[in-house]
């Protein structure tokens, strides 16, 4: 079995007896770095009003203490927010959860059906409303039966209206705190946390309308402890200024806090980790640039659109953003162009993505500290703890690099989809939760998204469901049947196409003109007749149909009845249809292709049924399959077949190669490999005179190892090369610094104190004779004399050499003592080269007297043989 695992290790100690407010404002965990005094929790963008953590938890107890006495809002009731970002949104949150109830938070740009659907799903008894979204929230609080005056303005209303609904919060903090507490907050049991409801928050799942997925207070403390260790934020991995997050660091809050991502990563964990949140109510690219240099703001969480616009809108230019240190992307993928693009932007931040899910309670990877720039394309690297599957489509799992969907477990998961049993037994399994995304994880344990099988599309990084979409414009009266599908969008990343059948009338009126086909197009997208469902009017703004409307005679489906929107390439359909909308008869043209489209995928369906008859899966025929037979369809391309065959390739090839013998692997030790670079770097420290006092032994190791290692001067030592090495390695293993810059972090720590050592040796020395002191030859004079002793003697004795062995010897120091060109072999290796090869230098005597030929030379010796006795 294939498992991935988290390469920043198991789960931290994650507390199960907290509720989130208790985790957030009474409680210490070792991996929370302390806030210092004085340092705010939260900003007002449009004020810049500070507010403090002291503040912050008097509130909590003022709301919580004005709404218990004003509605008795009991344990497991639901409040519902439904407001832009508010300095106030944390105080509802935790006041609510201090009285044991839950939360749901809604987008505030839905329309009054779409809050309605959220209230009345959830059961919610109190809404807590910013002024600008008032009407929607009374018509939606009135049509699910709640009470106007249980309507709960954040902020002050002008008018008459006032006096109709609620106290607004600010009255409510300030009725709770001039009262006795009117409730006591319950203390969990060990373990309850992870079952106690603190959120109901709304995600599409795979399809369908939006679900409400049930989070317990465990899930997101689970996350921000993960995030905490993951990240490192309360140790001392690197220097203060280099590491990734500091308490008093500034972020920015412009994610909608009823987002996942903005409620627990922006929210829960940046201002556990001691940073500042400046809360921006929505996101308007030169006002937020404006925001981020007027608080100088360091961190910023942020989706793919927020990303186009700072690397492409012509006013970033005109803003210094040289002090962000940080920038995460999350809810859709980034593409590596431009990311490449924002590097140039903000040079000096750490940039990197992110992955999550509602049904995760938010973050599954993200990119670690070991990397400054994440790895393009990635989604990072698992969060401590969490464990991942990558399922292949036949139900086997995937190795490293394989594709398929991702599946993953946590101490973060949600429980299930409320009221839902069906959903909740597609997504959620024995504590597992199937994404529905298609991924890859390589070797270093880096997460790509691939691909995303659920029928889900992401615009700006809201989850749009086509079945919603599909289900809202059948409402139309000339529609018959429909199919949305995504197309891509180089700023919103994907936007919703709708291909509709058209009912018999308006076809006829559809293909009489294209005037009137236009106009129907128009009256889908926005009609203007108040009583037509239609999705301007009725849907969230990036729901609306921006990808446009194509009228086709048929919508490809299953046997079951589903519709087929992944077997075919829709930007390319779209653009196909668009192209040949100008011709005469196009209408009759996208049939055919469609048709055409429908006869290949049953040639694939019908293949399958056979393969699986063959062999037994299917005990009879399907009732479709004697007419399939009987009107054979189109076949599929026919693929070209492979350049070589394994039967193809000759006989030396295809035999088996002989195994080598297995042998040990070489031993390397890290030190010996930085002990080799340092000594050919600093050859002069192999021959420095080391002085021994009577008595004295060899100085032992440095004291301090670990993470308490962080320079390399210590009182009363001078650095050894020894000492040199092991601060390297010192910083590379426990410090996770590279090599290489922790390598040229100890060299330069290393060489400073060198230099420092020489100047007050040679100080002291002049002092000394100044005084009048009398010093002989230093240990290095005496060195270089003893050489140049050598030298004088290697040059008399090459003075009384013969021609011939000068000769070599020349031959032999232009090999050594030149310096040959840049990437061949240096002087010392062609000389060993050389050597190896048995290339000897000659330095025998010249012979002075001539040879003898080789008939001299055979007549003396047979002379010799004759002449002997």
Not at 206 to 221: F, L, N
């Amino acid at each position: 079995m294939t498992e991935f695992v988290s390469p920043a290790g198991p789960a931290p100690h994650i507390p199960d007896y907290l509720t989130l407010p208790q985790f957030m404002l009474d409680s210490v965990h070792p991996s929370r770095p302390v806030r210092r005094e004085g340092i705010p929790w939260l900003i007002e963008d449009a004020t810049g009003r500070k507010i403090g953590f002291e503040e912050i938890r008097s509130r909590v107890f003022g709301l919580a203490n004005a709404l218990s006495l004003k509605w008795n809002i009991r344990e497991d009731e639901v409040v519902c927010i439904f407001s832009p970002n508010h300095v106030d949104y944390p105080t509802v949150i935790w006041a609510t959860h201090r009285l044991g109830a839950i939360v749901t938070a809604a987008n505030p740009a839905y329309s009054a059906d779409e809050l309605f659907y959220q209230l009345e799903t959830t059961k919610s008894v109190n809404i807590f409303v910013h002024p600008a979204f008032l009407p929607a929230a009374l018509a939606a609080a009135q049509k699910a039966g709640i009470p106007t005056e249980r309507v709960i303005p954040l902020d002050d209303i002008p008018g008459s209206q006032h006096g109709q609904i609620a106290p607004t919060v600010h009255e409510l903090i300030a009725y709770g705190l001039s009262h006795p507490a009117h409730f006591v907050e319950r203390h969990l049991q060990p373990g309850e946390a992870k079952t106690k409801l603190a959120f109901l928050s709304f995600s599409s799942g795979t399809t369908g309308k939006p679900k409400a997925v049930s989070i317990s207070h465990y899930a997101p403390i689970a996350n921000v402890i993960q995030m905490a260790v993951f990240h490192k934020v309360n140790e001392d991995y690197t220097t203060w200024e280099n590491k990734r997050f500091r308490v008093g660091d500034i972020a920015s809050a412009v994610l909608p806090f009823f987002h996942i991502y903005g409620l627990v990563v922006n929210m829960s964990f940046l201002l556990y980790s001691g940073l500042t949140l400046v809360v921006i109510p929505k996101f308007e690219h030169t006002k937020f640039l404006e925001s981020i240099v007027k608080y100088r703001i360091t961190h910023l969480s942020v989706v793919p659109p927020q990303v186009v616009l700072l690397c492409k809108h012509p006013a970033t230019r005109n803003y210094d953003l040289s002090h962000i240190r940080f920038l995460m992307c999350g809810a859709a993928p980034l593409s590596p162009e431009l990311t490449t693009q924002l590097i140039k932007v903000i040079p000096n931040a750490e940039i990197g993505q992110g992955y999550g899910m509602t049904e995760t309670c938010t973050t599954v990877s993200m990119w670690p500290i070991s990397q400054r720039i994440g790895t393009f394309g990635s989604a990072g690297q698992l969060m401590p703890g969490n464990k991942a599957r990558v399922v292949k489509e036949d139900g086997t799992l995937a190795k490293v690099g394989e594709q398929g969907e991702l599946v993953v477990t946590g101490p973060s998961m949600a429980l299930q989809y409320a009221n839902n049993k069906e959903a909740t037994l597609e997504t959620f399994i024995d504590g597992w939760v199937r994404t529905g995304d298609e991924v890859i994880i390589n070797e270093n344990n880096d997460l790509f998204i691939v691909d995303r099988l659920k029928e889900i599309m992401k615009v700006r990084g809201f989850q749009v469901s086509p079945a919603e979409l599909e289900g809202h414009l059948l409402e139309h009266a000339d529609v018959a049947d429909v199919c949305v599908v995504p197309v891509h969008d180089d700023y919103s990343g994907e936007v919703p196409l709708a291909f509709v059948v058209l009912h018999a009338n308006a076809a006829k009126r559809a293909a009489s003109s294209s005037a009137e086909a236009d106009n129907l197009k128009a009256d889908i997208v926005k009609a203007g007749i108040p009583e037509i469902h239609h999705v301007a009017d009725h849907k969230v703004h990036y729901k609306r149909l921006a990808g446009g409307v194509e009228f086709i005679d048929v919508i490809p489906k299953n046997p079951s009845g589903k519709l087929l929107r992944r077997l075919h390439d829709v930007s390319k359909l779209h653009k196909q249809l668009k192209s040949s909308a100008e011709l005469q008869g196009s209408h009759f043209a996208h049939c055919a292709q469609l048709t055409r489209m429908v006869r290949r995928i049953a040639s694939q369906v019908h293949k399958q049924a056979s393969r699986l008859l063959q062999a037994g899966y299917l005990k009879q025929k399907p009732a479709w399959y004697s007419a399939v037979l009987e009107n054979p369809p189109l076949p599929l391309p026919a693929r070209a077949p492979p350049p070589r065959t394994a039967y193809d390739a000759p006989a030396a090839r295809s035999a088996a190669k002989k195994e080598p013998e297995p042998r040990p692997l070489p031993i390397i030790y890290l030190e010996d490999e930085v002990r080799r670079q340092f000594f050919r770097d600093h050859p002069f420290e192999t021959f420095r005179p080391v002085t021994l006092t009577e008595d004295a032994g060899v100085e032992a190791e440095h004291p301090i190892n670990g993470l308490k290692w962080m320079r390399l001067r210590q009182r009363g030592r001078n650095p050894t090369p020894e000492d040199a090495i092991r601060f390297t390695v010192n910083l590379h293993e426990h410090h996770r610094l590279p090599l290489t810059e922790a390598y040229s972090t100890a060299i330069g720590q290393f060489r400073a104190l060198r230099s420092e050592q020489h100047i007050a040796t040679t100080f002291a020395a002049q002092e000394a004779e100044a005084y009048g002191a009398a010093f002989g030859p230093s240990s290095t004079m005496q060195s270089f004399m003893q050489e140049e002793k050598v030298l004088a003697a290697k040059r008399l004795k090459s003075e009384q050499m013969d021609e011939g062995e000068l000769v070599a010897r020349k031959r032999w120091h232009a090999i050594v003592e030149s310096s040959g060109p840049k990437g061949e072999w240096s002087r010392g290796e062609e000389y060993v080269r050389l050597w190896k090869e048995g290339v000897r230098p000659d330095y025998s005597p010249a012979l002075t007297e001539p040879m003898l030929s080789l008939e001299q030379t055979e007549t003396s010796d047979v002379e010799f043989q004759i002449a002997k006795p």
